[in-house]
């Protein structure tokens, strides 16, 4: 599913226009984002978490010439998954 879709079934099951529908996900996206942005998590029951990992700066190498290059210090959004929907997801 991508955002698009997601669109079009909230305003469908929640019979709002598309422009409706747009505002509330670009909204419940950007807050995400904000909270992420400034050292916050987001928890949602059953769902996951989101959270943000520092990442130290090391040496790697350009895959296409072999050299070596500097891979600076960095910050990535993680994800981990809550144990419902790994429980609704697993095919076992």
């Known amino acids: 599913m991508n955002k698009s879709e997601l669109i079009a079934l909230l305003s469908e099951k929640e019979n709002l226009s ?6 509330i996900i670009n909204l419940i996206f950007s807050e995400f ?15 996951g978490s989101f959270s943000v990992r ?11 010439t072999g050299e070596k290059a500097q891979v600076r210090a960095k910050r990535a959004p993680f994800f981990k998954v809550g144990r419902d929907l790994k429980e609704r997801v697993d095919l076992d």
């Not at 598309?18 to 505002?23: F, G, L, M, P, Q």
């Not at 520092?54 to 296409?64: L, Q, T």
């Open 18 to 23: 598309e422009k409706k529908a747009t505002e």
């Open 33 to 47: 984002a904000h909270a992420l942005k400034n050292g916050g998590r987001i928890e949602i029951r059953g769902f």
């Open 54 to 64: 520092d990442y130290r700066a090391y040496e790697g190498r350009n895959p296409k």
